[in-house]
Every structure is written in C-alpha cells, then in structure tokens.
C-alpha cells in the first residue's frame, strides 16, 4: 500500500488489537475490522456521496394473505357475540327489576342465609327480600341460639337453646 493514511490506519489499528488481544482469534478478528477500515479509507475518495435508494423508492409489501370468507365470518361472529352480551344484559336487568325471586335467591346465597338455614326453623322458607327475613327473630317468632355446655366428663359441647323472651318486632319501613 502506498497512500499514508491507509498505512497509518493498518499500523494503529494492528498495534492496538495486538495489545488487547487475549486469544489468537482475538487477534484475527481484530485484524480483520482494522484492514477492512484502511480498505475502505482508500475507497471512500473515489465514491459519490448519493441518497441510499431504498428512501428514493417505495415499494408496497402484502405482510399477510388471509381468505375473505373465514375473516368475514369472524367479524360477523364477534359482532353477534356483542349483540348476545347486551341482550343478555337487558335480560337480566328486566328480570332484576320485575323481581321474580331475584332477591329472594340473593338473599339465600349468602353466608348469613346458610347459617340461617342450618339454625332457624324449616318453616321460615318463604320468600325472602332480604337475609333478615331469613331469622325467626326479625319476624317476631321465638328463636334458638347456639351455646357451650359443659359436658360431665369435661370439656365442652354445643348445645342449642330455645329464647322465647327475647323477641325483636320487625320494623315496617
């Protein structure tokens, strides 16, 4: 090589890769980038300095081919979907607001309405629009009331105790 700046490229460039070099491959690929800028350093005088043509041209590229007929029935499909969610929907709010046995079903589908089950007597399975109306209590009958005893032996157990004195008058509002 003749031209000095290419020269003084490949000799700066072999010293510093042969410095930080650990490994021989270090060494090779350190050499290899170094000629490849003198190489290019040479080059670069006689190159035209233009616009890179992919910003000159445009091209339209099709990303992805998909059968009208099964794309159509998924946009149909999900539109049908919203259409079943509102009418579901208004359903229920119909079906809330004209109270056939909605509040009674949410009353019993408490954890209060289970207890009231398994405490209060069967003949309180009238409808219900709330959970009070669930306890014998709130409509003014004697309830039962759970307790522990002793037991003769030791220990305790539960018991259940009729209170007929202490019965609350529901209030009408």
Sequence with gaps: MTSGFANEILHEG??????SAQKPSDLAAGFAITYDRAMMALL???LVQRPPLGMLTSTQTL???VPKAPFLAVVI???L?????IALTAIALVATWSDKGIRDTQARLSVA?????SFESPALGDDAKGI????AERRGLATRRVALSRRENGGRKYKQVVVREFVVKREES
């Design 14 to 19: 072999l010293i510093s890769t042969a410095t």
């Design 113 to 117: 309405a289970v207890v009231a089950e």
């Design 77 to 79: 499909l999900d539109v």
């Design 63 to 65: 990303v992805t081919r």
């Design 81 to 85: 979907y919203a259409v079943l969610g």
């Design 44 to 46: 670069a005088g006689a």
């Design 132 to 135: 009070d109306d669930l306890y």
